[in-house]
């Protein structure tokens, strides 16, 4: 029996099935979630979908109603984890992605999890674990599980939108060297189950507010620093700033791709300030540029090798100074 038909067989096992992702939540997580909720329930079984967080603002076109925040109802979260029989963790290689409070309920839990991930080196906290580090998005991996138990019928329209959305949003619109010639042939498989690619497209191209464009332009005309000698491309943003263009979540995703589109550059590093700390998102071109272990190693994050977050409780302009010093060693000339 292959991993997905054990999983199927544990989805119909299961009377109280949860499905959670990680904190600060992006088109993947949101996408998987639902496409996976949508799954469990066009096979005649029912299940909730918990998240530590609000989808950012350029998702507010998906029916994101399905999910219960930890942020805004932990009673309903809690009540959640301790009827479940069975919990998938998605988009997520360790319980401490899902925010503190949420971790403390997952780990509580003596229920058998699931593990459906593409970041390296999982945790083995899972009963059951599908570490796929080659896919683009766990978004890829849903459908792959849609058809490799057998019920690639059951995909339609409203389970292709957020699976097609997480693999779009993940690949960087198809750009990054994660899109294999497979996730090629799930997003046509996609497109025959009716999803119309080109609104999703506009969706997230023509969502922007007036206040975000100008803080990206603020941002790309007053805080980019270039490090010309490593090519390396830098913006820094404070909570005053941010409060200054009337930031909301979501508003920034895009600058660190942005500024690694500058020609010539090998990565960028975009950090802002939220929530008492930085907030650190890295992005870089080609197997030689890695940045995973420089966020593993200094600002508690980690990811992809070429696309990875982090975070650091100094100052603006310390933690400025600190990855203008760890530059060097990480990006030989």
Same mark, same amino acid.
């Given at each position: 029996?292959?991993?997905?038909?054990?999983?199927?067989?544990?989805?119909?096992?299961?009377?109280?099935?949860?499905?959670?992702?990680?904190?600060?939540? =992006?088109?993947?997580?949101?996408? !998987?979630?639902?496409?996976?909720?949508?799954?469990?329930? #066009?096979?005649? #079984?029912?299940?909730?979908? !918990?998240?530590?967080?609000?989808?950012?603002?350029?998702?507010?076109?998906?029916?994101?109603?399905?999910?219960?925040?930890?942020? =805004?109802?932990?009673? #309903?979260?809690?009540?959640?984890?301790?009827?479940?029989?069975?919990?998938?963790?998605?988009?997520?290689?360790?319980?401490?992605?899902? $925010?503190?409070?949420?971790?403390?309920?997952?780990?509580?839990?003596? !229920?058998?999890?699931?593990?459906? =991930?593409?970041?390296?080196?999982?945790?083995?906290?899972?009963?059951?674990?599908?570490?796929?580090?080659?896919?683009?998005?766990?978004?890829?991996?849903?459908?792959?599980?849609?058809?490799?138990?057998?019920?690639?019928?059951?995909?339609?329209?409203?389970?292709?939108?957020?699976?097609?959305?997480?693999?779009?949003? =993940?690949?960087?619109?198809?750009?990054?060297?994660?899109?294999?010639? *497979?996730?090629?042939?799930?997003?046509?498989?996609?497109?025959?189950?009716?999803?119309?690619?080109?609104?999703?497209?506009?969706?997230?191209?023509?969502?922007?507010?007036?206040?975000?464009?100008?803080?990206?332009?603020?941002?790309?005309?007053?805080?980019?620093?270039?490090?010309?000698?490593?090519?390396?491309?830098?913006?820094?943003?404070?909570?005053?700033?941010?409060?200054?263009?009337?930031?909301?979540?979501?508003?920034?995703?895009?600058?660190?791709?942005?500024?690694?589109?500058?020609?010539?550059? *090998?990565?960028?590093?975009?950090?802002?300030?939220?929530? $008492?700390?930085?907030?650190?998102?890295?992005?870089?071109?080609?197997?030689?540029?890695?940045?995973?272990?420089?966020?593993?190693?200094?600002?508690?994050?980690?990811?992809?090798?070429?696309?990875?977050? $982090?975070?650091?409780?100094?100052?603006?302009?310390?933690?400025?100074?600190?990855?203008?010093?760890?530059?060097?060693?990480?990006?030989?000339?």
């Amino acid at each position: 029996m292959n991993i997905y038909k054990q999983i199927e067989l544990e989805i119909f096992n299961a009377s109280n099935i949860v499905i959670t992702s990680h904190k600060s939540a =992006d088109g993947d997580s949101v996408g !998987c979630s639902l496409g996976l909720l949508y799954f469990i329930e #066009k096979l005649g #079984k029912k299940a909730v979908i !918990c998240h530590p967080d609000k989808a950012p603002e350029f998702l507010s076109w998906l029916d994101t109603s399905p999910i219960i925040l930890m942020s =805004d109802e932990p009673q #309903k979260v809690t009540a959640a984890f301790n009827q479940a029989d069975l919990i998938f963790c998605l988009d997520y290689n360790a319980t401490n992605r899902v $925010g503190t409070e949420m971790q403390m309920l997952l780990e509580a839990a003596t !229920c058998k999890k699931v593990m459906i =991930d593409h970041h390296l080196n999982p945790e083995e906290f899972p009963t059951l674990v599908v570490s796929e580090t080659s896919a683009s998005s766990t978004s890829q991996l849903i459908v792959e599980l849609i058809e490799q138990s057998g019920h690639a019928d059951l995909l339609d329209e409203k389970m292709g939108v957020p699976l097609y959305l997480g693999i779009l949003t =993940d690949t960087g619109s198809f750009r990054f060297s994660s899109v294999l010639p *497979r996730t090629h042939e799930i997003l046509a498989k996609l497109l025959a189950a009716g999803v119309q690619h080109h609104l999703i497209h506009e969706m997230l191209s023509d969502n922007n507010t007036a206040s975000r464009l100008r803080l990206q332009g603020y941002a790309m005309s007053e805080k980019l620093e270039i490090m010309e000698e490593y090519q390396i491309s830098i913006i820094s943003l404070s909570k005053e700033e941010l409060t200054k263009y009337n930031y909301v979540k979501g508003d920034t995703d895009s600058l660190a791709n942005l500024a690694l589109s500058i020609k010539g550059m *090998r990565a960028a590093i975009v950090f802002t300030e939220r929530d $008492g700390m930085m907030k650190i998102s890295f992005r870089s071109k080609g197997k030689e540029n890695p940045v995973n272990i420089l966020a593993s190693k200094h600002f508690n994050g980690g990811g992809h090798a070429n696309a990875s977050g $982090g975070m650091c409780e100094l100052s603006v302009t310390e933690t400025l100074v600190k990855i203008k010093g760890l530059i060097p060693q990480y990006f030989s000339i």
